[in-house]
């Protein structure tokens, strides 16, 4: 059994910079792949960004050279530093983690984006 724990959402002006962590439970981490999604009023669920096991990245073409993703996995955790924040960022975000018998998803964390 995996669990995640996101931290770090809140309220931010637009331009303004939030980092997100997500801390794992489980002795598998440092295997799998992670990532991040999102999820706004009224629409549907949306990848943000993943990192293989290996540290390979990948972005939603809406968020490419403004966020940046990252996994330390001597701490089971991994990080969202976001940048340069729009309004259209607001969301729920959400981690997540692919293994071998599962995929598993934190709670949630609202990021609010004012403008």
């Known amino acids: 059994q995996v669990q995640l724990v996101e931290s770090g959402g809140g309220l931010v002006q637009v331009g303004g910079s939030l980092r997100l962590s997500c801390a794992a439970s489980?002795?598998?981490?440092?295997?799998?792949?992670i990532g991040w999604y999102r999820q706004a009023p009224g629409k549907q669920r949306e990848l943000v960004a993943t990192?293989?096991?290996?540290?390979?990245?990948n972005y939603a073409d809406s968020v490419k050279d403004r966020f940046t993703i990252s996994r330390d996995n001597a701490r089971n955790t991994m990080y969202l530093q976001m940048n340069s924040l729009k309004p259209e960022d607001t969301a729920v975000y959400y981690c997540?983690?692919?293994?071998?018998?599962?995929?598993?998803w934190g709670q949630g964390i609202q990021v609010t984006v004012s403008s």
């Open positions: 489980g002795r598998t981490f440092s295997i799998n792949a």
């Open positions: 990192i293989s096991s290996g540290g390979n990245t």
């Open positions: 997540n983690q692919k293994t071998t018998i599962g995929t598993y």
